[in-house]
Every structure is written in C-alpha cells, then in structure tokens.
C-alpha cells in the first residue's frame, strides 16, 4: 500500500473499481483491497471488501502456507453458475503468503466471499468476488491447469455478480485440503564443452569416473526436462545453478534465460538457487547486491531464491552478535534484505551438512547433538550435523540446528535440507537429521537427498511431517516417475495434488 499511495495509484485505483469495469487481484493483490494489514499497520488499505488482513498463528503449523490447498465455495448462485470464476473444489491451488483474511461466514463477507480455505487450526479467504471485482489470495498462475482455467475464465468471461446469496457455509464446514509438495530438482551447470546441462552427483560429485571418461554427467536440457516434469505432475521446480560463470556481466547468465524459457510453458512455482549473493561484473563497473540479484530472478520467473553458503555465512554473523551482545537482526545480510522486500516467501535457504560422529555430547562442543540408530565406524552412538558450504567442499564450525534457527529469525521462510552422507545413495532420506530440523524452526522444511524408491517419499512425511519432499536423479533417469511417487503417496493416505482434475 505505501508503494501504491507514494506512485499515486490509490485513487485511480478506486475510480476504475467504481466505474464497474473488470478488476483482478491476486495474493498480495487480494489482501490490499481489504480495510488494513496487520503486516504494515499504519497503511490503511483500498477498503474495497470489509475486514483485514491478519497474520498466521504458527504454534500449530508451518508458516508461511506455503503449497497446494484447496478452495472451497462458500456461496452460488445458481442462476448465473456458467459465469461463475472457473474454480473447480476437487483441484488444489497455489498458496504461499504468511497473512490472510480470516473467514467467518458472517455479517458483511456473506456478500463478497467466494471460496475459502482451511489451512490447519485456521480458515481464510481464499477468494472474493463482488460486482466486476474478483481477487484470489493463491496464485492461478502457478496453479497448473486449474489456475489457468480460472484466468481464461476471467478474460473471457461476464463475471459481473449480479446478485448476493444469503446462506454461506460455517468455517467448521470447509475442508481441509492441503497436500504435500513433490519437487523435482535440477542441478544445472555448463559442461567441458560450455553447455548448459542438468547434471547429478553422487555425494556431490557430478562426473563420471574416469574410466567412463570422467566427463559432466548429463541428463538433459534445463527448460526441456523442467517441462516434463510440469507434465510429469511435478508440484514445484526448483533449479540449482552449480556453475559460477565469474566471467560473464550478471545481466548476461545463462540461467536467466533458463528462467524465461521455462516461464513461457510451466506454471507452478520455480526456485532458483546458486548465485544469489552480492555479485561484480568482470570488468568492475557494477556490483551488484543480492536483493538486485533476487529481483533479477524474480523478473526473469523465479518464484523464490534459494540461499546456500551465505546462509551459513549469514548465521555465522548472527550467532557472533549474540554472543557479542548485539541486535543480532542489523539488516546486512541478503536474507533479511531480500525477505524485507519481496516477503519471506521468497527465501529458501539450501543447507548441505554432514554427519560427524561423536563418543559423547560433550565431544562436540557447543553443537547441537542427536544420539543415532545407525552408531559410526568406530561404534559412536551420537552425531552432530555440520553445514558446509562451497558446494559441500569446506566444512563449518556451524550446525544444522544453528543455521536454521539463525536463518529464520533473519527472515527465511522455508528450508531446503540436504545430506550429503545421502546424496546419490538411493537408500531413504536421513530420517533423524529431517526431524531434528522439523522440530527446531516453524517454517516450511522441504526434505531432499537419498529417495531412491516410492516408500522412501511416504516414509519421511509419515515419520517427520515434512511439508515437501524432493528428488533428482530418480525423475531425471525415470528410475522412479512422479506419477509412481504420487500414487503411492495416494494410496498411503497422504494428500498429494491429482494433476488428471
């Protein structure tokens, strides 16, 4: 709202809602239309719909919703159904905010709620629809199919309501409809000959031995394997570019354009990670800061930035502030600059620790400890998780529980875990390390490394309540399809979004 009221749009966004003609708002675009948020108190809103915009109690969930939910509606009118927005309640939509509407099915929200939504213990708007007005607070432009439909609708479509039902459903009534994310990973990088390939590695290593010639392993083409997994019925891309290109002006990386490209044809969310920190053109003439870097990235397509080394680097700061008695939050790092402008959505931090075993707590100092199943060569029952950083070739004196704690006070909104004693290995994620981290942070976690069969997906979000789970070189190989994924998932009880609705 400040950016609106200091660029002079309020008023004529008032007056273009005032004349009748078609207005559509989506997310942030849907809250601003409210009387306030509880997100920027002083900033009144447009006040076009009654209420305001509070934010999410995490006591009892992950926060930001973050994922595929459904959208329930509360009101029909029967009368004019075919022009109605195309919302189908068997379909899951995007969703990835920390504030919402809540919805309580009284006074004046029986006149403009369309659908709602259920997201654990609380339920929001999800959707209004008043006059020539329509807003949704997920995004149909990352919500596959069913989100284009609901654009095609509202372009195409007379969604002029001419009349008010009076009976909505009670908030007890809405149905819980979020799912677990499955997300395939691509690591991109430029092979000995310079072209741009998704590769995999196995405990990071991404070549082939040497009697195998020792080159880049390479699965494909970044956007031509990002589009059959959007086919595949894959619920997010995420893209990690482990190639530095130093010795390119930023404007000019390849990985923009990868962005782009993807845009165009896949509509669910993508993540790009590697790169994102303060970068200088070679020829010294512009530096360019993280948060420009992340913009960049946004405007070329991403939907979040991942975050590696400079996160642990990040809490590497906070913890000695801490310890030297300082605010620990001085707004220097890239995850709080880029959360302060784009939202803590936008920020996924990428953690690649490794086990180090230990004969007692005591021998790993200030670390956070776990004691484990799976005892050490030397039979040490505990472990500690340390961060590394550089693509997994330097270890810190930093632990998993330290960076994550650190990094969601600084503004992540979402934790993309690793293991590099798992990576390749086609055994199960590590279970303990992924519960450990579950239970220290609120915000979404996303589990990754070591799927290597169907049961393995089910068996992480059974025994950690993980929000997403990831994989690579099963999809890229077709070891295992996503389709095999969800089905399984499917038939363990656990809710997955059904891309055939």
């Not at 239309?33 to 006591?59: A, H, N, Q, T, Y």
């Not at 006059?131 to 995004?139: K, L, P, T």
């Not at 005892?375 to 961060?387: I, K, R, S």
Request: proline fraction near 5%.
């Amino acid at each position: 709202m400040k950016a609106l009221r200091e660029s002079g749009f309020i008023e004529p966004l008032k007056a273009y809602v005032a004349s009748g003609r078609p207005l559509m708002g989506i997310c942030v675009g849907m809250q601003v239309l409210f009387e306030g948020s509880d997100e920027s108190p002083g900033e009144p809103g447009l006040g076009i719909f009654e209420g305001r915009v509070k934010l999410f109690d995490s006591s009892r969930k992950a926060v930001p919703h973050m994922g595929w939910n459904g959208a329930q509606v509360v009101h029909q009118d029967n009368a004019h159904a075919a022009a109605v927005p195309n919302l189908n309640e068997d379909s899951r939509y995007y969703f990835v905010h920390s504030y919402g509407v809540p919805y309580t099915g009284q006074g004046a929200q029986k006149g403009f709620v369309h659908t709602a939504t259920r997201y654990s213990d609380e339920t929001i708007v999800s959707s209004v629809w008043r006059g020539s007005v329509f807003a949704s607070q997920f995004h149909p432009e990352k919500s596959g199919a069913a989100g284009v439909a609901v654009l095609q609708s509202f372009i195409e479509s007379d969604l002029v309501r001419p009349s008010i039902p009076g009976n909505v459903v009670e908030p007890a009534d809405v149905k819980e409809a979020f799912t677990v994310r499955v997300i395939a990973c691509l690591d991109v990088r430029a092979n000995d000959q310079g072209d741009l390939v998704v590769t995999k590695g196995d405990q990071y290593d991404v070549r082939e031995s040497a009697s195998e010639g020792g080159d880049v392993r390479n699965l494909g083409k970044p956007v031509d394997l990002a589009k059959r997994y959007f086919d595949e019925g894959a619920d997010e891309i995420a893209f990690l570019n482990i190639t530095s290109f130093r010795n390119m002006p930023f404007k000019d990386m390849p990985m923009l354009e990868v962005l782009r490209q993807a845009s165009r044809s896949i509509f669910v969310p993508l993540t790009i990670g590697g790169g994102v920190r303060d970068i200088a053109d070679p020829d010294g003439q512009r530096v360019w800061p993280a948060v420009q870097v992340a913009g960049e990235y946004f405007r070329s397509g991403a939907d979040k930035v991942s975050i590696g080394s400079d996160a642990v680097y990040a809490a590497e700061q906070y913890w000695q502030r801490v310890a030297d008695g300082q605010e620990p939050l001085d707004g220097s790092t890239a995850i709080e600059q880029i959360a302060e402008r784009y939202g803590r959505q936008a920020v996924v931090i990428s953690v690649d620790p490794r086990r180090v075993y230990v004969s007692s707590p005591e021998d790993a100092g200030a670390h956070h400890v776990i004691k484990t199943a799976f005892p050490g060569p030397n039979g040490e029952q505990y472990c500690w998780y340390q961060c590394t950083v550089k693509g997994g070739r330097e270890g810190r004196d930093t632990d998993v529980r330290q960076l994550v704690t650190a990094c969601e006070a600084l503004g992540a909104g979402e934790v993309l875990l690793n293991c590099m004693d798992k990576d390749g290995t086609n055994s199960g994620y590590d279970l303990e390390l992924v519960a450990d981290t579950k239970a220290a942070v609120k915000i979404p976690v996303i589990a990754s490394s070591g799927a290597g069969k169907p049961e393995h997906f089910s068996e992480v979000v059974e025994s950690t309540g993980v929000e997403a789970v990831l994989a690579a070189g099963i999809f890229h190989r077709r070891e295992v399809p996503i389709e095999a994924v969800k089905k399984h998932l499917r038939e363990r009880a656990i809710p997955i979004r059904d891309t055939t609705i």
